[in-house]
């Protein structure tokens, strides 16, 4: 490759990472400036409204409606909602989804993700990063995992979503790798490793 494609290339590479993440920010705050600001304008005056309040209002919702999460009767509440709107075949699917793979990178489900492994695929010749999930230890655990058995989440590449599988203790090796450096690992399918040693 010319120097000058791969010079331009490695600034795409670089640029549309950085593109992404602030039209995503830009398009959430224009989603809650306009949602929000709306619904203000309904009970104030159009005098009493400053640009920027939406977005301000916005935050001030995700932060108090995630305190009222904190209250079980609150919970309780928000779960029989849930069930009502999975009622619905099409809402289901895609809220379902959406709610699925944030809960799955949330920071409370990673802590979850006991230990990252090496699972050994069903012909012996391979191993797939995966993650410990649940294991006979745990006093929550299933009763079908047995004492030489342990659940490993192992995420798909490229694409959100994976899948569990219960294995032998004996067909895990521990790695010594933190979750969010396996996760950005497999993400990117093995090309984007370690960022610290990458730096250095």
């Known amino acids: ?92 699917s895609i809220y379902t989804a959406i709610r699925d793979i944030s809960s799955l990178f949330s920071s409370e489900n990673r802590g979850k993700f006991e230990q990252v492994v090496l699972v050994k695929t069903a012909s012996g010749n391979s191993q797939q990063i995966g993650f410990i999930t649940a294991s006979s230890i745990e006093e929550t655990s299933p009763t079908f995992i047995t004492e030489d058995q342990v659940a490993v989440f192992v995420p798909f590449s490229y694409q959100l979503g994976g899948y569990t599988v219960i294995v032998p203790r004996e067909n895990v090796v521990k790695i010594d790798m933190t979750v969010e450096d396996a996760l950005r690992f497999i993400a990117t399918a093995g090309v984007v490793g370690n960022v610290d040693n990458e730096k250095t």
């Open 1 to 92: 490759m010319k120097p000058i494609s791969r010079t331009f290339f490695k600034g795409l590479i670089a640029v549309i990472p950085i593109t992404l993440t602030i039209s995503l920010l830009f398009w959430m705050a224009g989603t809650a400036e306009f949602a929000l600001g709306k619904i203000f304008k309904l009970f104030f005056p159009d005098s009493w409204y400053i640009e920027g309040m939406g977005f301000v209002l916005g935050l001030v919702v995700v932060f108090f409606f995630g305190g009222f999460l904190e209250s079980q009767t609150f919970r309780r509440m928000f779960h029989r909602f849930e069930e009502l709107i999975i009622q619905i075949p099409l809402v289901k």
